[in-house]
Structures are given as C-alpha cells and as structure tokens.
C-alpha cells in the first residue's frame, strides 16, 4: 500500500479541475436521464433484473392454480384443438370444487369443425346436402354452444385478444360487462390504443360475462418484465385475463385510477395496484415456475385430482405444450410458461406483490448523479493514496446501488442505480488515471530536477578538478561524448551487449567528466609544475587515480542499488590500467579491467594528443591516431580502438564543437585531417 501512496497532495487549480469534470459529467447524465431517459433503458433493465432475482423467493403460490393442457393431456386426449365439449368437460370437473374464479388462457375465434353443427353446415355448404342425425341430443350438437353454456353456468372468465398491427373491422364488440365501465380517471393514463379484437365464436361469447385480453408486452430486449393491465380500444378499457378474474373472484365491477406521489394506482375495490402510465405494473415471481402449482389436464377429466387442489382458489386453464410456444424469458426464469405468468399476476394482485417505477425515480437517478460526482470528486481531490482512492471510489458507487437495493427489497420502489453507478465507474477510472497523470507529471517534473541536480553536482565536482589543472579545458566535455560515441558503437556492432545498456550508457555519459576527480589529492606544486615531473613526482602524480576511486566509492556506498557513482569509480580508478597489463595503479590487463575504464582509456588518450599541454603541443588528429594504432593490444583494447576508429567522423565533430576557447589552432587542424 505504501508504494500506491502519493507524496504530495493536489493544488487548488487541480482540486477545482476535478470538481468541474465531475459536475460537467454528472450535469451531462442527468440531462439525459431527463431529457432520454431510454438511453440509460438497458442498464436500467440489467439493475432491474439483478434486484428481481435477488429478492425472488422460493415459495408456493397460495391462490392460484394452473389446469395444464401439456404434452400428457395432448397425447392421451389427442392433438389440439380438442372438441369443446371436451373443454367443457374440463370446465365443469373444476366448477365442482367450488374455485374463487376459473379462467380461460384460451381463445376459440372459430367454430368447433368436430362440432354436428359445424358438419351440417359444411355438407350444406359445399356438397347441398342436409344431414340428418339422430339420437343426439339438441344442445350435444352445438360444440361451442356447449362450451358457452358450460362457462355460463361456472360463471367463467373468458379470454381475448387485442391488435395493434391491423384492424378487425366487423368484429363482434364484447358485452359491456366484459370491458370496465367507464372511469373519468382513466383520462390520467395514456393507455396504448388496440386496432383490432380477437374474440371468441358468437356461441361461445355469449356463455362468458367476463373476459380479460391475454397479451403480454416484452421489452426491446425480449425480456418480460411489465404486464399490461390495462388496454384500451375504440374508447372503451378492457382489462387483463388475470385483473378480470380477481375481480371476478372479490365480486368487483368496476376500477378506478387514483393519482399518488409515487405515480397511478389502479383501484378495484380492496385491490390497490401500483401501475404506470401506460397502465403496465412491474411483475415480480417467485424463484422456480414450479412454485406455481400445476395439474395436468388429463387427470383432472380421468378424476385423478382431488377437488381440494381448486376449492377457493383462482383457476388458469391453458396450455404450456411446446408446439404453442407459449413461453416468456423472465429475469428469473428464461422459459416462464405464459399460463403460469397469468398465475404470477394474479398472485402480485391479490397480495401486492408489483414492484413499481415511481415517477419520482428519473429525478431521484439525477440527484443521485449529482451526489455521486460530488463525492467523488472529494474522494480524489483529497485522497493522498492509490489505496484510499480506490476504496473510497468503490464506497462512492457501491452507496447508490445499496440505497435502489434496500428501496425496492423494503417499499418494493424501483429506483435505478444504473446512470449513478456507471457516472462512478467512469469518474473512478477517470479520476484514477488523473491522479495517476498529475502524479507522473510531478515525477517526471521531480526526475528532471533530479537529474539536473545530479549533473550539476557532477559538474560541479569535475570543476573542482578542473579548477586544479586549468590546461585541460573542455577535456572534460569532449571526452564524455567520446565515451558515450564509441559505447554507442560497441553496441551497434553488438559487442558488450549485456553490459551496454541504453540504460548503463547514459550512466556512463554522466560518469566520465569525474574521471581525474582524484587530482583534488594531488598537491599543487606537482600537478602546475610546468615541466616534465621527476620520478618521485610521477608517483605522487599516478595516486590520483587511486585517489578518484576511493572518493567515488566512498559516496557511492551511501545510495542503494547500482548508480553512476560507481561506475565513476570504475573509470577514475582505471582509466589509466593498460591492455597488457602496464598501466597503474593496480596494473590490471585485459578483460580485468573495467569495460567502461577501458573506453575512457582511448577518449582520454585521444583527447591528451590533440590538445595542447603545458609539455607538450597539440597533435594533428592523424598523428594522434597513429600513434594509438600502434598501442592496440598493448595500451588499448583492440575491440574499443576499433569502435573508435568506426566513428572517426564523429569524433572529429565533438572535437570541433567542444574545443579549447583559446586553442585557434584546434579547427584548422582538425579540418585538415
């Protein structure tokens, strides 16, 4: 953690730059959430989704119970459509055990063709003929009179359906009873408006007082997640299958709207059902379809079920058989049957167990947005660790989805944390990467200093030597870039290559003006004298390398890790060891010697001939030059003389750009060779 920490904290220009791109953001979202709230609609669906099947439950419906006509009752009784008689029949098993209400998730829009009717009709029809038949009774004739006198009797709830993709002009309207009467609050809802109705046969219609639609509304994404309630066509409100057989079942003819704070609630009588201006409420079910009892078909007409199973509770015959693909993709289940959602909706009526969208929720999200950058922005203006960030950052956006959470699991309130959330997401990783950007900025700012203040300190300590020996002049700047010219050059030639870094190269240009650090040791008699020193001066002279060293290392012990201190060591110690082994102090030959000692040893040499010393002139480059050929294997590494002869052209130019400001001789000569 202590590696994430920041070392200073952020200025006001930069706190306010954080507080202003959190604002702008947050402004942005909630302008859109305002303005289209439908661009935030699948990630509201995926938060809506996440709490639905957080808070389902696993337990059996108490109310409801669907009559199944699968794949057993299809294969026993035969395919469908079945004769109506044997619906019927099916009606009139369950209308004996006493139900709260029995409804059909079933349309029959044509006649029976098993029905006798429907024959004697065809055979008049088609072939002039009229049949005559016998021994069966009148009312046995009529399949789907039948069926409307048997739904009549049980006081059944019929099904619809409602278009909104063509007309059906000629239609048989639906009896009044079979719609809602009419309701001034309904004006308060902008009700989707059907062009067409899918009833039932004449025959069949006139058996069923009630009678509800059966559509149902997936979102763009084909998730059902809304059931309409309510739908209205040519001015009149008809309600859903499972709204009319509650009604039914409480003895309720007629509902209302009523306007509260958090949006329309459709009153019927004791039912209060919290909807939404398109007369849709948000469906809720339990965790497995199985919580939805089912009987089959078949063992209710071979009674094999017990009438206990329908006695008081609320019926839904239908069909789940895969060849009707009757089925939804629920946030819970991916294939809920459609009849067992007409049970679930009737469960959510009867106990109150619809979610609902406020129409307060578009304004909580922008609030929340406003919040969440807000405090975000204090998170990372005042924040001084990676650490403290990243955690404070997650609290900031894990507190709007914790507050939809506890909302809809206490009041059942659907209010989206999705534009919130993703607001953090964004100004988490934004405010990271700043941070992480100011931080690198102040570090290359810091770095930059630290490398000033290094070579400053290295020029200053050259200086130092310089100021002792004034006649090597700018021997100091042009054998830096020699060294670092003919290292470049080892390289390319791929020598050395595990050494010669790009790296260790540049350590190496900032080491080597602190090659004759040592001759700060040197007393001032020996190192001015003017002429040729004696051999015992020579000796004293030869220390200064010895003296360079342990100055250098001496310092380089106090910093941790490799640094160019010790490579200076390096050089200023060994600058002066030679190829075969005759050089000083410690007379090292060959590889033993330092790479980096080695190559200062051909700049320095280099840089001795050409300038002018007090004992001595300076040297044209090409006798300079022939004098090293003749010291290669003896004074010189023959690998680095040959780099260095590679690059003659840029040896010159840093001999020219970096020569003695009282040297005049050193361009003619230069350019000569």
Request: glycine share 8%; net charge neutral.
């Amino acid at each position: 953690m202590r590696a994430l920490r920041f070392a200073h904290g952020l200025t006001r220009s930069q706190r306010l730059g954080f507080f202003a791109g959190g604002l702008l953001l947050a402004a942005a979202v909630a302008l859109t959430l305002a303005w289209q709230p439908l661009a935030f609609a699948r990630l509201d669906h995926l938060w809506l989704d996440t709490l639905l099947r957080a808070t389902a439950r696993s337990e059996p419906a108490r109310d409801t119970v669907v009559v199944d006509i699968d794949e057993t009752s299809l294969a026993a009784v035969g395919q469908w459509p079945w004769p109506r008689y044997q619906v019927a029949t099916l009606v009139n098993r369950i209308a004996e055990a006493a139900p709260a209400a029995v409804a059909l998730d079933i349309v029959f829009p044509e006649p029976d063709r098993s029905s006798l009717a429907t024959l004697r009709e065809s055979f008049r029809r088609d072939f002039g003929l009229t049949l005559k038949i016998g021994g069966v009774p009148t009312g046995l004739q009529d399949n789907d009179g039948y069926l409307g006198r048997t739904l009549a009797r049980a006081d059944a709830v019929g099904a619809h359906y409602l278009y909104f993709d063509h007309l059906t002009p000629g239609s048989a309207p639906l009896p009044d009873s079979a719609t809602l009467p009419a309701d001034p609050s309904f004006a308060q809802l902008r009700l989707p408006q059907a062009t067409g109705l899918l009833a039932n046969t004449p025959a069949v219609a006139r058996g069923v007082a009630y009678s509800g639609f059966v559509n149902n509304q997936v979102d763009d994404d084909g998730m059902l997640r809304r059931v309409p309630l309510l739908i209205a066509h040519e001015g009149r409100v008809h309600p859903a299958l499972a709204l009319a057989a509650v009604m039914k079942a409480r003895g309720v003819q007629s509902a209302s709207v009523e306007s509260t704070a958090d949006g329309p609630v459709l009153r019927a009588g004791p039912l209060r059902v919290p909807i939404d201006a398109r007369g849709q409420a948000l469906l809720r079910t339990t965790r497995e379809v199985s919580d939805y009892p089912a009987v089959s078909a078949v063992d209710v007409l071979n009674g094999q079920t017990p009438a206990a199973a329908f006695t008081g509770r609320h019926v839904f015959i239908g069909s789940s058989a895969v060849g009707l693909n009757d089925f939804h993709h629920t946030a819970v289940h991916p294939r809920f049957p459609g009849l067992r959602i007409q049970a679930a909706v009737a469960e959510n009526l009867l106990h109150g167990g619809f979610a609902r969208e406020p129409g307060w929720a578009v304004q909580a999200a922008s609030v929340m947005t406003l919040l969440v950058a807000l405090s975000m922005a204090i998170v990372f203006s005042w924040g001084r660790s990676g650490a403290a960030l990243l955690i404070g950052g997650v609290a900031v956006a894990l507190l709007p989805a914790l507050g939809s959470a506890g909302l809809f699991m206490r009041d059942g309130l659907f209010v989206s944390a999705a534009a919130p959330c993703a607001l953090a997401a964004l100004l988490l990783l934004g405010g990271l990467l700043g941070r992480y950007g100011i931080e690198r900025r102040r570090a290359r700012t810091w770095l930059r200093q630290l490398e000033n203040a290094r070579e400053i300190t290295i020029e200053s300590m050259a200086s130092v030597a310089e100021t002792r020996d004034p006649e090597t002049g700018a021997h100091i700047k042009r054998t830096q870039h020699y060294v670092r010219a003919i290292a470049e050059q080892l390289r390319r030639s791929r020598q050395h290559l595990s050494v010669l870094t790009p790296e260790y190269i540049d350590l190496l240009f900032l080491s080597a003006p602190l090659h004759d650090i040592g001759k700060v040791g040197v007393p001032d008699h020996i190192l001015l004298k003017p002429g040729r020193l004696t051999p015992e001066e020579m000796t004293q002279m030869k220390r200064h390398a010895e003296y360079g060293r342990q100055i250098l290392l001496g310092t380089a012990r106090r910093i941790d890790g490799e640094n160019f201190l010790t490579i200076a060591a390096e050089i200023a110690g060994g600058h002066h060891e030679k190829w075969d082994g005759s050089g000083y102090p410690q007379g090292l030959a060959g590889q033993a010697i330092p790479l980096s000692a080695r190559i200062m040893a051909v700049a320095d040499v280099y840089d001795a001939l050409i300038s002018r010393r007090c004992y001595k002139p300076a040297f044209p480059h090409a006798q300079a030059t022939e004098l090293m050929r003749a010291q290669s294997g003896t004074a010189f590494d023959p690998d680095v003389l040959t780099a260095f002869f590679a690059i003659e052209a840029r040896i010159l130019d840093i001999a020219a750009r970096y020569r003695d400001e009282d040297d005049v001789r050193m361009v003619p000569m230069v350019l000569a060779t």
